[in-house]
């Protein structure tokens, strides 16, 4: 199939648009809601005021990379990736996240408890090892499901060079299939029992957010996976 996407490093004067790309492409994960709950879910301000910050602390670290994709036709900015290597010499940080990282309204008590729990798994398996940290991989909803997400995942692993090195990332569910195509690997997952959040008679059920590894040139990890119950 024909690329629908220009890929190309992003510039400053394209982080508003990737900082309303970001939430607007979790909106449909429920974990975001929980996450942020004392924000009108169809308010994306007081998030894109948070992802800003976090594409001008990218930006100024040479170890990061930015990138867009824009829409060939329109060219319109429809989604985006962000990454940064990491030498594995610093522990993983064990504190609990700094509110005033957050918007208002976080759920800081959930917040904690996802962090903590990637917190840990990271440093069980990146620890002392030179990776490639994978942040951000977003596309506008209305351009998923076109191919745009494994093209930014590609750009980034052959013209960035992300693939000479092990990636690490945490993904949920709904986004597990595009990496497991590109030669990710399940090495963790964290669960969380959102009932404990939205009470008992919402039917939300237990949260899985799944931690993976694609080791350079997406070959098959040479020690085996932990067995994972699905």
């Known amino acids: 199939m024909a690329s629908l996407v220009d890929i190309a490093p992003a510039l400053e004067e394209d982080f508003p648009t990737l900082a309303h790309i970001a939430p607007v492409a979790m909106a449909v994960d429920l974990i975001h809601r929980i996450m942020y709950e004392g924000n009108n879910p169809f308010d994306t301000s007081r998030q894109e005021r948070f992802v800003m910050a976090e594409?001008?602390?990218?930006?100024?670290?040479?170890?990061?990379?930015?990138?867009?994709?824009?829409?060939?036709?329109?060219r319109e900015i429809v989604g985006y990736g962000l990454f940064r290597f990491d030498d594995g010499k610093n522990p993983t940080p064990s504190g609990a996240p700094l509110k005033a990282n957050y918007p208002p309204g976080t759920n800081m008590d959930f917040m904690e408890r996802m962090s903590k729990g990637v917190r840990a798994a990271?440093?069980?398996?990146?620890a002392g090892k030179r990776h490639v940290?994978?942040?951000?991989?977003?596309?506008?909803?209305a351009h998923q499901r076109r191919g745009i997400g494994t093209e930014l995942l590609r750009y980034g692993l052959e013209a960035l060079e992300a693939d000479k090195v092990p990636i690490w990332l945490v993904t949920q569910m709904r986004g597990r299939a595009v990496y497991q195509k590109n030669g990710f690997e399940d090495v963790e997952v964290i669960d969380i029992d959102f009932s404990e959040y939205t009470g008992p008679y919402r039917g939300f059920g237990v949260h899985r957010s799944v931690c993976m590894v694609r080791q350079p040139g997406g070959v098959p990890s040479p020690e085996p996976n932990p067995q994972i119950e699905w």
């Not at 940290?133 to 909803?141: A, I, S, Y």
């Open 55 to 74: 594409l001008r602390r990218a930006s100024q670290n040479p170890q990061a990379r930015i990138f867009k994709a824009m829409d060939k036709a329109s």
């Open 133 to 141: 940290w994978w942040n951000h991989l977003m596309v506008l909803p």
């Open 122 to 126: 990271h440093g069980k398996f990146m």
